[in-house]
């Protein structure tokens, strides 16, 4: 006992830990707490108020962050809806079929979102919209989304689906299951976590992207991270700091949900 | 559980196309303030989008990199105007079209980058010149030499405009050359000019070039006039120079884009920008001063006395920046990418 | 994340055998037409010339790749020299990875190393607090920063109050807040994968080098390191690569004397130069560094795949 834990604790490692946290916290939470602040400046301290929170949701600017926040979750919504039923699809295509020679390909083809440096996609989907003469607006953020959400989408949903055994198929089609009531009434239930891990994590990536949505968007058309990032770039202002805690909570929120949601789900494959 | 999801997503796309009459401007960033944009949705039922820009030359290239026909009006600055109407993007505004055209100040009517205002409107005009911390340099500041040899406890805390025009115009003043020559050793002395000058700037930033004075980040700051009084108002001790070698002066127009997809809306809203109402709106916001006639008795007191709107006696006459021809254009671009890398 | 696509678990065939091309077809199609066709018109776009004052003229040319690797002078006529200003902003960049990847390693592997050694319970809320705050907008994690180093900003304000310095610290604008700004955004790539093959470790080898006498530090170098390595590998590509063509913490936190590939070929699109060759040139060269690097990822892994 006292030999594992003579190899298994060296000091310094919880200070770095302790760094870490500090790191990955501290900006968050004073950016949270200067949220607070009464005062227009965000240099001095004033005192507390919720004001800047009332001017997010009914000041001057409200109707632009508003829209802009609107245009990121029906995009999310959407964007990762499709893109979870297109990787489904595939992830099933891939691992519940015979090996065949597309198949490497097909891995490396969908996990190219994820290997592509973020500013080459945004290059060449501007560039790709614009040769077609595609016009840039709401739908090309929406096919841009899509795209880059299908791998992240996959993810999850591939593990799932490796953790089923194929015993559970060939049980249903000995009894002369369909191949639709095969999935509806087999894999469906079964993949069901990895389904909405998957959903929720292109959910995530969606509303987080900032940079191919900053090249593809048309004349007008702003997600939360654009309009964050134009009003930032006049300096930071105690209503986007606001703004911020919001979708700082928001986050949190939705990440605590997921992490319960995949113990509940992994209850579920255990039993 | 199905359906509801399924009609979730088909209200998703309804809402995402709904149609109304629409305006899509393409305007410089803290300028026109929200509440005369309401104003104007409200009084014509048009609803607005704004999309913003920080350099003349932004907005040129965005156009012409394919958002040309997506936007309505567009805000550029006079030497703008004039490329934008050789590249053939502006629409043309026919005689009689705005109602309110009579409302120009007779001075603004006839200029050499639009000759009797066939495509644009005065919008706002102004300087470039910059603003130095006065905490920080009590020195003699009516010198470009402040941003081009900058004295030692200055350097470094310098940020200028993200603007090619601009720039290399003020680095032209201040060597005394002039501006857009093909003399291949003025030319050079530019190059080494600003090449020189820049490991003394800490920050290329328009859209952030009055936060920047206000935080303290920089001491010195290339600045438009009106933007300098605003960043004096949020407290920062900045004083704004008139350096004698010269100055920037420039005026905003406001312009019909070609291929405009609500051309009758971009029309109105030349129309309303005419006002002297609403164009006083705009300057006592942004703190410029109009092009257009009978503001006066409508703007703030102190936008008249401000120290940003009114030179000293002794101040040389504003220099509008130059269309250069392609030869020496080239040149100019070059020097302005090796000097942003 | 590449190892787990690339995983190959050849699964007995079922029902779905007859469909599969179906159903992968729909991916095959949304990423083939909407990333895979894209990225070779860029290739194209890289060879074509650049119309003057923006725009593209389909027209074949070099002057893209001529731009980035040659100076011909002010005036375009002398004679071509090597043309250091680009190169030295892919030299930054992979220099700024580097140091950003190095920065997540020495900070993430005790942290990692610590959390896989505690309690199976506890661990699972570690590692929930060491990821929440990467599912924070990476925007908005970017702007925190900024507002934390500020010279009038908290972190200052605190030291000087304190007394540690005399004046703020100029961190914003230097190479330091550019790395502090990849490190926050790509920390738990670093820490997952090594928390992966620590918490996999088999810890009876280290008390076995311990009974032998040695001491704790040789047995993390000598014994550990060796078995955990592919983590760390895994981590550094995962911090490295996206940080290498990073654009918001450079050009938020970093100032003009930081500028990285990210902002170059932003600079060529979105900014006032607008030079669509030459941006499609960049990002291609970028392209084929993270390929170049993936590739080296792939063959190392391999060859542990086989060993």
Known sequence: MSKVAYVKRYTGFLTMTMVCLTILYAPLIIVAIYSFNSSPSIIVWEGLSLHWYWDVFFGIESGKFKTAAWNSLSIAVMASLTSTTIATAAAIGILRGRAFRGRNLSFMLISMPIMVPEIVTAVATLIFFSAIGFVLGYSSILVAHIVFCIPFAYLPIAARLRGIEPVFEEAALDLYASRGQLFRHVIFPMLLPGILAGLLLAFIVSLDDFIITNFVKGAGIETLPTAIFGAVKQGIKPNIMALSTIMLLVSIVCVTLSYLLSRVGSHGGRE | MKRVLCTFVLVLFATASAAQEKISIYHWFEYIPQELLDKFSEETGIEVVMDTYDSNETLLSTLKGGKLGSYDVAVPGDYMVKILISEGMLDEIMPGELANFGNIQPQWVDVDFDPGRKHSIPYQWGTTNFSVNRDAYTGDIRTTAILFDPPEVLRGKINVLDSRGELLALASLHLGIPQCTSDREQLQALDDLVQGAKQHWASFNSAGAKEVLVSGEAWVGMIWNGFAAKARAEGANIEYSYPREGMIAWMDNVVLLKDAPNRASGIKFLDFLLEPENSAAVTNYARYSSGIAGVEALLDEELLSQPEAVPPADAPSGTFVEVCDPEVDKVYDQIWTRLKQ | ?307
Do not use: H
């Open chain 3, 1 to 307: 994340m590449a190892t787990e696509i690339g995983r190959d678990d050849g699964q007995a065939a079922g029902a779905f055998d007859p469909l599969k091309y179906w159903l992968i077809l729909p991916a095959w199609l949304v990423i083939g037409f909407f990333l895979l066709a894209p990225i070779c018109l860029v290739l194209v776009f890289s060879f074509l010339t650049k119309e003057f004052r923006g725009g593209v003229i389909w027209e074949f040319s070099l002057a893209a790749y001529d731009q980035f690797l040659f100076d011909r002078g002010l005036f375009g006529d002398e004679p071509p020299r090597i043309q250091w200003t680009y190169i030295e902003v892919f030299g930054r960049s992979i220099f700024q990875a580097g140091m950003a990847t190095l920065l997540c390693l020495v900070i993430g592997f005790p942290t990692a190393f610590y959390i896989a050694t505690r309690p199976r319970r506890v661990r699972a809320v570690w590692l929930f607090l060491v990821t929440v705050p990467y599912w924070v907008n990476l925007l908005i994690r970017t702007v925190s920063m900024k507002f934390l180093l500020r010279d009038s900003g908290p972190l200052n304000e605190f030291l000087l109050f304190v007394g540690v310095v005399d004046e703020p610290l100029g961190i914003v604008n230097t190479g330091l807040a550019v790395q502090l700004g990849l490190f926050y955004s790509y920390l738990p790539f670093m820490v997952l994968p090594i928390f992966a093959t620590v918490e996999r470790y088999d810890f009876a080898l280290s008390e076995a080098a311990a009974d032998l006498y040695a001491d704790r530090w040789t047995v993390l170098r000598k014994i550990l390191l060796p078995i955990v390595a592919p983590g760390i590998v895994a981590g550094s590509i995962l911090v490295f690569v996206p940080s290498l063509g990073a654009f918001l913490a450079p050009d938020m936190l970093g100032g003009a004397k930081n500028f990285m590939i990210g902002s170059l070929i932003d600079e060529q699109f979105n900014g006032n130069a607008g030079n669509w060759p030459f941006g499609s040139a960049a990002s291609m060269i970028l392209l084929s560094l993270v390929l170049v690097a993936l590739f080296f990822y792939a063959r190392q892994t391999g060859r542990q795949g086989r060993a």
